[in-house]
């Protein structure tokens, strides 16, 4: 009997998952760009994402990702600082955990990293 865990380097969550939406919005990033140093200091979690993940630990860096219907839209860096597989059926796994963003991106090079980085079709521009 074997198991299966996929390692990410790309934490890819919606708002229900725990993308901090209240604090990172894109329309307003547009016009008044979020500085990293206002929120280096703040945990944030996230959960239920399905499957068994690992994600690399800190101090290695993982790109954090909005998942807005589907689409991708990347936002910068994390370092995951716990993180918890939970579930005793393969098919009902999930992995949750905390982290701390480590890097915002400014939002021209938020569009160009979007738009070069997404798998194909996933594109949030």
Known sequence: MGSFIEINDTLRITTEQGFPVDILDFKNHQ???MMTEKIKDKVFEFCDKP???IY???PTRV???QDIDGKWLYWGKVIIIEQKISGELFEEQKTSGK???IEIYDPVYQKEITKR???AGKSYF
């Open 99 to 101: 982290y701390k963003i």
């Open 56 to 58: 690399h630990p800190a």
């Open 31 to 33: 016009e008044n760009p």
């Open 117 to 119: 980085e997404s798998p």
């Open 51 to 53: 499957k068994a993940r």
């Open 63 to 65: 790109f954090l990702v």
